[in-house]
């Protein structure tokens, strides 16, 4: 019998399990990750950037667990634990490491004392940890999403639902770099947001719109939060309710929370809040969030920038032309902005540029991220100074385009809103008085 389950394994050039160990704990988690311990080993990988400590040390202890090493795993899940004491899935690993010891166990989590529940979150936890290793990016591969950032957003978050990781970019020319990344729980209900108390994490791109210290806020949040701007403008186009999603941080009694287990927002350890914080602007850094990261080439990546950046262009050069009818073959059928459809703006359209003799546009901080919420769907953000022979103005404005056919149009143009501050739903009724907002040092 050890002999077939050692063949079932994958070796990644290691001894098989010894000393009663496989029949002990290959039927669990343990054994799962133990599949993937090679893919975790390097999960440094081609981009250069590594897991934090925490799923460093679990690689370790499962390691350890895959070589038959057992007391060296205990020793590692203790120095795990003296250094994050409140990690239960931690605590969970240790009590099947010395249950081992002395009897067989039939799988992941054997604590009969504990609500099966609340097991099969830990369970859960276990399994997107130890395949954070597969969910990294494969070599020579960026996220299709991030276009361009502009100056002054520096750096970008992606978030993918469906693996509980985020990842932090930084731009290296137009090329992204991954600089960190972290485990991340969502919605109870998974994703796909549509109305108020659906439990469930949008899709789509947003911006962060401030820093609350966890000082001010309930023990909930833990280290602190960072509020996203849903519902953004798509969202609110396609009737989407519900507010006050945020990337924040967990209870202090604990480490981290179980792949699904929040109201819609995005939970991370406060340990990687604190280190997610510095490469967070608010009122600048983009959030991807996505159902399942879709990996490109940087030269598809490029291409990609490069067809879609002559589309604005050329929409921004035939506004200047004031030749009002070429501008408005840009817009989508389905056009909309304020109370407007198509046949409104057209009209407004036609009413402006008879009064100009001539008109002006330039756009400068511009950024560009493909939405995962729909194929096709692009969202651009840029400081625009419009002049014209009787009027200017310099406004920050965010535009939707889709492509129709071979050919980019605008599904959405305005203004950029200034954001409201508006609490989660599991935020607490007797600390509703409102938390002050605040910059970050």
């Given at each position: 019998m050890r002999a077939g389950l050692t063949r079932l394994l994958p070796t990644c050039g290691i001894q098989p399990w010894r000393k009663g160990l496989i029949p002990v704990l290959a039927r669990g988690v343990l054994a799962v990750a133990a599949s993937v311990a090679c893919v975790a080993a390097v999960a440094a990988g081609p981009s250069g950037a590594s897991l934090l400590s925490a799923d460093e040390q679990l690689e370790r202890v499962i390691a350890d667990v895959r070589r038959g090493a057992l007391a060296s795993a205990t020793s590692e899940i203790d120095r795990l634990i003296a250094h994050y004491p409140n990690?239960?899935?931690?605590?969970?690993?240790?009590?099947?490491?010395?249950?081992?010891?002395?009897?067989?166990?039939?799988?992941?989590?054997?604590?009969?004392?504990?609500?099966?529940?609340?097991?099969?979150?830990?369970r859960a936890e276990a399994r997107a940890r130890m395949h954070a290793g597969r969910?990294?990016?494969?070599?020579?591969?960026?996220?299709?999403?991030?276009?361009?950032?502009?100056?002054?957003?520096?750096?970008?978050?992606?978030?993918?639902?469906?693996?509980?990781?985020?990842?932090?970019?930084?731009?290296?020319?137009?090329?992204?770099?991954?600089?960190?990344?972290?485990?991340?729980?969502?919605?109870?209900?998974?994703i796909g947001k549509e109305r108020e108390s659906d439990k469930k994490t949008p899709i789509g791109?947003?911006?962060?719109?401030?820093?609350?210290?966890?000082?001010?806020?309930?023990?909930?949040?833990?280290?602190?939060?960072?509020?996203?701007?849903?519902?953004?403008?798509?969202?609110?186009?396609?009737?989407?309710?519900?507010s006050g999603i945020w990337i924040h941080g967990v209870p202090s009694d604990t480490y981290a929370r179980a792949p699904q287990a929040s109201d819609g927002c995005v939970a991370l350890a406060n340990p990687d809040l604190e280190t997610l914080a510095p490469y967070v602007r608010p009122g600048a850094t983009p959030v991807v969030i996505t159902p399942r990261v879709e990996w490109v080439t940087p030269e598809a990546l490029q291409t990609d920038r490069e067809g879609f950046l002559v589309a604005l262009e050329t929409w921004r050069?035939?506004?200047?032309?004031?030749?009002?009818?070429?501008?408005?073959?840009?817009?989508?059928?389905?056009?909309?902005?304020?109370?407007?459809?198509?046949?409104?703006?057209?009209?407004?359209?036609?009413?402006?540029s008879a009064q100009k003799s001539w008109i002006k546009v330039s756009l400068s901080q511009l950024s560009v991220f493909r939405d995962p919420g729909a194929k096709d769907l692009v969202s651009v953000g840029f400081d625009q100074n419009?002049?014209?022979?009787?009027?200017?103005?310099?406004?920050?404005?965010?535009?939707?385009?889709?492509?129709?056919?071979?050919?980019?149009?605008?599904?959405?143009?305005?203004?950029?809103?200034?954001?409201?501050?508006?609490?989660?739903?599991?935020?607490?009724?007797?600390?509703?008085?409102?938390?002050?907002?605040?910059?970050?040092?």
């Open positions: 990690f239960r899935l931690a605590h969970l690993v240790r009590g099947d490491l010395l249950l081992a010891r002395v009897q067989p166990i039939a799988g992941f989590g054997n604590a009969s004392y504990a609500p099966n529940e609340r097991l099969e979150e830990l969910a990294l990016p494969p070599p020579n591969q960026v996220p299709r999403y991030l276009l361009k950032l502009d100056a002054r957003e520096r750096s970008a978050i992606v978030i993918d639902a469906g693996r509980s990781r985020v990842y932090v970019y930084q731009m290296e020319g137009s090329t992204p770099r991954l600089v960190r990344d972290f485990y991340s729980s969502i919605g109870k209900f998974g791109v947003y911006r962060v719109t401030s820093w609350l210290p966890g000082r001010k806020l309930p023990d909930l949040y833990g280290s602190g939060a960072f509020p996203l701007d849903y519902p953004n403008p798509r969202d609110r186009l396609l009737g989407r309710t519900g050069r035939d506004w200047e032309s004031n030749d009002v009818e070429r501008y408005l073959t840009h817009y989508a059928k389905t056009f909309r902005t304020g109370d407007k459809d198509l046949a409104g703006w057209k009209a407004h359209k036609r009413r402006v419009y002049r014209s022979s009787n009027f200017s103005q310099r406004t920050r404005k965010r535009q939707y385009w889709v492509r129709e056919g071979a050919a980019w149009k605008i599904v959405y143009e305005a203004p950029v809103r200034a954001p409201v501050l508006v609490l989660p739903e599991s935020y607490p009724a007797r600390a509703r008085a409102g938390p002050e907002t605040a910059k970050r040092s």
